[in-house]
């Protein structure tokens, strides 16, 4: 490949648990024949990853890099909740030879891209009233693991605060709920949300349910989802519903917190592949299951983000507004 004009160019990463997607962009427009994946499990590290990228696209010196992380960020440095890597500004400065660097948290990430993301990639599955344009938004992702980020219009700009949601407690209302609580408590430490509303909690909901059933199994959160659209495996359709039917308490739970009269976003590898059952298995009425709320949670609108690199078009537009940051090393 020639070699790129410096500093034209911006790195763009996503790093989930799994994967890794990079891109170049030129300003927030993300360049669609740069985007490649890579596997977590094959590369040692980031740096590692951002090298065989560079490489491949000509070793372009780029003018800035946005990394989004799937874990806590903090004083420029990250470390993945499922995945043992830790990433600083530092590194990815010197990968990148770039002058303005930021680290995001992946849903983060996701909520700069709103806005800026097709029509065609935007699938509604609960209804609610139009928003104003300035009303809060919330990002909601499931995949490998499970996070939120609430996104506010200010006079400033776009705001978009991390958290770290998938590890406060799961939410329990039934007894069923409580025995599936006390078994994962037994298993894991602590019965957190990403214990079932992730690519893993598929797995533990199924395996809870088999044992229940008297047939104990284990299965992919893939083979799940298998079993259940060939209708061959009740227990996989049971485990599908039971993880619906969580996910919209849920989102229910951080509408009430976050107040998102804008809209939640689902985005994540395990929201699209769930989407298709969620209206046949209650994930509305379970959002709105909230007593003398019940009425009110309908100012919520749900939509499914479709688009796998949507986190890349978010890391290109924070980095567009970005005031110049020159990373130095870490402490």
Request: charged share 20%; proline share 7%.
């Amino acid at each position: 490949m020639p070699p790129r004009p410096a500093n034209l160019y911006s790195l763009l990463a996503d790093i989930g648990g799994t994967n890794t997607r990079v891109a170049l962009a030129e300003g927030t427009r993300l360049l669609p024949d740069t985007i490649r994946r890579y596997c977590n499990a094959d590369y040692p590290g980031l740096e590692t990853v951002l090298g065989t990228y560079l490489a491949d696209e000509g070793n372009p010196d780029c003018a800035g890099a946005c990394v989004a992380v799937a874990g806590p960020v903090r004083d420029g440095a990250a470390t993945l909740t499922n995945l043992d890597w830790t990433i600083d500004l530092a590194t990815v400065a010197r990968a990148a030879r770039a002058e303005k660097v930021s680290i995001l948290n992946d849903l983060q990430a996701q909520g700069y891209a709103l806005g800026h993301l097709p029509a065609a990639s935007l699938r509604p599955i609960v209804e609610g009233p139009a928003p104003r344009p300035d009303a809060t938004r919330l990002v909601i992702g499931v995949g490998t693991g499970f996070n939120c980020a609430p996104v506010y219009e200010t006079a400033a700009g776009r705001f978009v605060p991390p958290a770290e949601a998938g590890h406060a407690n799961l939410p329990i209302r039934t007894e069923e709920e409580l025995e599936l609580c006390r078994e994962l408590e037994t298993a894991h430490g602590f019965p957190a949300i990403e214990d079932v509303l992730s690519g893993r909690g598929l797995s533990h909901v199924y395996a809870w349910r088999a044992r229940r059933a008297g047939a104990p199994a284990e299965l992919s959160g893939a083979q799940i989802m298998q079993a259940a659209e060939a209708g061959q495996d009740p227990i996989a359709t049971d485990t599908i519903r039971f993880f619906v039917r969580i996910l919209g308490t849920v989102t229910g739970n951080l509408s009430l917190i976050h107040l998102p009269f804008g809209g939640v976003f689902l985005v994540g590898g395990v929201a699209r592949a769930v989407t298709p059952w969620l209206g046949r298995m209650g994930y509305g009425d379970a959002m709105r299951d909230k007593g003398r709320f019940a009425g009110f949670m309908k100012n919520f609108a749900v939509t499914v983000i479709e688009d796998d690199y949507a986190a890349l078009t978010g890391c290109a537009h924070h980095l567009a507004n970005l005031r110049s940051i020159v990373p130095t090393a870490r402490r």
